[in-house]
Every structure is written in structure tokens, then in C-alpha cells.
């Protein structure tokens, strides 16, 4: 799926009846639209809603999508509200709508149950560190690499602040002397 979804030839069909399966929603597509796909019902969370199930959908190419999304902008699929084909179920319709998009990245690593999250080995290592971490002055002290470098900082510095004086110095006596020789002329 997500070569799919990184190649644009995944949609998410929603508003399905939530008892059709995959198998059904790929002969609802191929009939309504001509095109063959690959499809996989989204499985109900706690959030879900209970009466609207939700399909991913793989097509063959990129125009396949763009024919099938052009066609459900243009006009409406309405499909029955129960799998059986009974005058009942054809007296509610429900109109198929189609997602195209950014999704959700699919993780590479998922997690062995539904609903557990996988946490790797190295961020439970840092959260460990930063627990057992010693809290410390905010100020440099003699025995750190901060100090260290801000010693070394503050010696280039003042010798940088002599070049630039003497710079400054010699500067302004030679502007003397030019001005006393173009006084003199």
C-alpha cells in the first residue's frame, strides 16, 4: 500500500455499507467504473463510526484513479445500504464517496497487536538516561568543555580587540599626518 499511495494509485472509498468485503467492493468498482483493483475494508476503531465502512482501494495506474475520481466529481454512485439485494435495501441509498491524497504514512514497523504502539529499545534507553539524569548549575565551571572553550573564546578576543586598537591607533596617525601635509600645501 504504500508504494501505492507514494505512486497515487491509493483512494479511500467511504460511506460503505460497513458489511461488504473486499472482494465486494472490487466487483462494485470494476462493474460501476470498468477498471480492476485491489481493495482491503478498513477495519472499525473505538472512534469509527458503526453504519459507514471505508475501503482502500489499489489501481493499475495513476489514470485509472484520475477516470474513476473525475467520474464520481461528475456524477453519483449510490449504493444499496445492505448487501442483499432486496427492494428494502435499495429504499436507502448511500452515495459512494472517493479520497485521494495524502493518508496517513504507512509505518514500517507495525505493532504485533492492534492498538499497542511499538516503542524501540534505544528511546526507552534515553528516556532511562534522561530520568537518571544529575541536574547541574546553569553557569560554566572550570571542569567542563564549555568552560574550556569560553577560556579560550575570551583570550582570542581581547588579543583581537589589541589588533583592532593598535589598527585604529596607526590608522589615526597617519590620518594626522595626511592632514597636516595637505595642511601645509
Known amino acids: 500500500m ?24 472490487q466487483d462494485i468498482i470494476s462493474c460501476a467504473f470498468e477498471e480492476n483493483c485491489t481493495a482491503r475494508m478498513v477495519q472499525h476503531t473505538a472512534t469509527s463510526s458503526p453504519h459507514s465502512g471505508q475501503a482502500f482501494v489499489i489501481f ?23 448487501r442483499r439485494h432486496t427492494p428494502e435495501a435499495y429504499s436507502v441509498c448511500r452515495p459512494l464517496v472517493v479520497c485521494t491524497g495524502v493518508f496517513p504514512h504507512f509505518s514500517e514497523k507495525r505493532a504485533t497487536f492492534i492498538g499497542h504502539l511499538a516503542i524501540d529499545k534505544a528511546r526507552r534507553q534515553v528516556q532511562r538516561e534522561m530520568k537518571e539524569a544529575v541536574s547541574t548549575s546553569h553557569y560554566s565551571q572550570n571542569n567542563t568543555i564549555e568552560y574550556e572553550m569560553a577560556m579560550a573564546w575570551w583570550l582570542l578576543q581581547s588579543k583581537s580587540d589589541k589588533w583592532w586598537e593598535k589598527l585604529y591607533e596607526q590608522q589615526g596617525k597617519e590620518l594626522k599626518k595626511l592632514m597636516g601635509a595637505l595642511k601645509s600645501k
Not at 504504500?2 to 467492493?25: C, F, I, M, W
Not at 493499475?60 to 454512485?77: F, G, Y
Request: a negative charge.
Open 2 to 25: 504504500k508504494t501505492a499511495h507514494d505512486q497515487g494509485r491509493l483512494v479511500l472509498l467511504q460511506n460503505l455499507d460497513p458489511e461488504y468485503t473486499s472482494g465486494e467492493v
Open 60 to 82: 493499475k495506474s495513476r489514470e485509472a484513479v484520475d477516470r474513476v475520481v473525475k467520474k464520481l466529481d461528475d456524477e453519483c454512485l449510490m449504493l444499496p445500504n445492505q
